[in-house]
C-alpha cells in the first residue's frame, strides 16, 4: 500500500501551545519521513526528516516522533507562533527506489496571537 | 545558488489548447520530479526523470500528458488538449541525486476555462 493517512485535517492552536500532526504508513519498507510546510503561494519547503533507525529529532521547536511498530510518525511543534500558521504535509519515501516522496492530505495549521 | 525556478507562475488555458510548464532545477541537480497539487490535496507525483532519461513515470497519466528534460536546458511538463480536470498547481522539485531530499519550486498554477 503506498497510501500515508495524515490528521487533522486543520488545527487551531493558541499563541505558545503544542501543535501535534500524525501520519500513519502502511508499507513497512519506507525508509525515509520528511515534514514539508507551505504557505500560501509557496512551493513545500522541507522543515524536517527522519529515518526509521531512531525514535525522535528535534530540531528547535520542530520534533519528530517515530513509532516504527505502530507506522506512525508524528510532527510537534512546541512554543507555536502566528509565524507557523501554513499547511504541513507529512511524507514517506523509499530510499532504495525512485525516492518518490508519498504526501500525506496535508494539515492546515492556524496559530492565534 | 537559485532555488528550483518553475515558469510561468500562472497559465490560462481554454479547453483544448495545450499547456508547457517549465522547470530548472536547483544548479547542479541532475534529478526532476513534477507533482500536482489540486485544492485541499496533498501533493500527488506524476513523473521523475534525469537528464534525458524517464525514470518513473507510473503517475502520469496515459494521455495527453508527457515530460522531458533534455541535455541542455529546463525540464518540460507538457498537457495537450487541456481539460478543466487538469486545472490544478504542478510543482517541480530536484535532487542532486537519488537519496537527497527534494527541493521544490513555487509551483505553476494552471487554470482551463
Known amino acids: 500500500q503506498q497510501q500515508v493517512k495524515q490528521s487533522p485535517q486543520s488545527l487551531i492552536v493558541q499563541k505558545g501551545g503544542i501543535s501535534i500532526i500524525n501520519c500513519a504508513y502502511e508499507?513497512?519498507?519506507?525508509?525515509?519521513f520528511p515534514w514539508y510546510q507551505q504557505f500560501p503561494g509557496k512551493g513545500p519547503a522541507l522543515l524536517i526528516a527522519?529515518?526509521?533507525?531512531?525514535s525522535e529529532k528535534k530540531e528547535g521547536r520542530f520534533t519528530i516522533s517515530f513509532n516504527k511498530s505502530a507506522k506512525q510518525f508524528s510532527l510537534h511543534i512546541m512554543d507555536s507562533q502566528p509565524g507557523d500558521s501554513a499547511t504541513y504535509f507529512c511524507a514517506a519515501s523509499l530510499t532504495s527506489g525512485t525516492y518518490k516522496y508519498i504526501f500525506g492530505t496535508g494539515t492546515r495549521l492556524k496559530v492565534l496571537a | 545558488n537559485a532555488g528550483v525556478m518553475q515558469n510561468p507562475r500562472h497559465l490560462v488555458r481554454r479547453r483544448g489548447q495545450e499547456a508547457r510548464l517549465r522547470c530548472s532545477p536547483m544548479?547542479?541537480?541532475?534529478?526532476v520530479y513534477w507533482y500536482r497539487q489540486l485544492p485541499e490535496e496533498g501533493l500527488k507525483f506524476m513523473v521523475y526523470l534525469q537528464k534525458e532519461n524517464i525514470i518513473d513515470e507510473s503517475g502520469m497519466p496515459k494521455e495527453r500528458f508527457s515530460a522531458e528534460f533534455p541535455k541542455e536546458g529546463p525540464s518540460i511538463l507538457r498537457i495537450q488538449q487541456v481539460v478543466r480536470g487538469d486545472s490544478a498547481a504542478y510543482f517541480c522539485?530536484?535532487?542532486?541525486?537519488?537519496?537527497?531530499?527534494?527541493?521544490f519550486g513555487n509551483g505553476t498554477r494552471l487554470t482551463v476555462t
Open positions: 527522519i529515518r526509521p533507525d531512531v
Open positions: 544548479k547542479g541537480h541532475s534529478h
Open positions: 508499507n513497512t519498507a519506507f525508509d525515509y
Open positions: 522539485a530536484s535532487s542532486p541525486q537519488p537519496n537527497s531530499p527534494l527541493h
